[in-house]
């Protein structure tokens, strides 16, 4: 991990507040609905659209974390 300080301007903070608003209220949500529907179809081992809804899920929760680590410094 990075130990130096990151500088941001009012603005980018914003921009990032918004990407964090939009991650945790709109798309979280998204994911788990397809996540929901995937498993619907049966066996998710073999299930690409879980897979793929899954990945993203995980690509969300680590932008959510290094988006809220960016805003706490």
Same mark, same amino acid.
């Given at each position: 991990?990075?130990?130096?300080? @990151? !500088?941001?301007? &009012?603005?980018? =903070? %914003?921009?990032? &507040?918004a990407? =964090?608003?939009?991650?945790?209220? /709109? *798309? &979280?949500?998204? /994911?788990?609905? &397809?996540?929901?529907?995937?498993?619907?179809?049966?066996?998710i081992?073999?299930?690409? %659209? !879980?897979?793929?809804?899954?990945?993203?899920?995980?690509?969300? %929760? *680590?932008? %959510?974390?290094? @988006?809220?680590? =960016?805003?706490?410094?």
């Amino acid at each position: 991990m990075n130990n130096k300080p @990151t !500088y941001i301007s &009012r603005d980018g =903070l %914003e921009k990032l &507040r918004a990407e =964090l608003d939009e991650m945790v209220n /709109v *798309r &979280r949500a998204e /994911v788990a609905n &397809r996540i929901a529907e995937a498993k619907e179809h049966g066996d998710i081992s073999e299930n690409a %659209e !879980y897979e793929d809804a899954k990945n993203e899920q995980a690509f969300i %929760e *680590r932008s %959510e974390e290094h @988006t809220s680590e =960016l805003q706490s410094h």
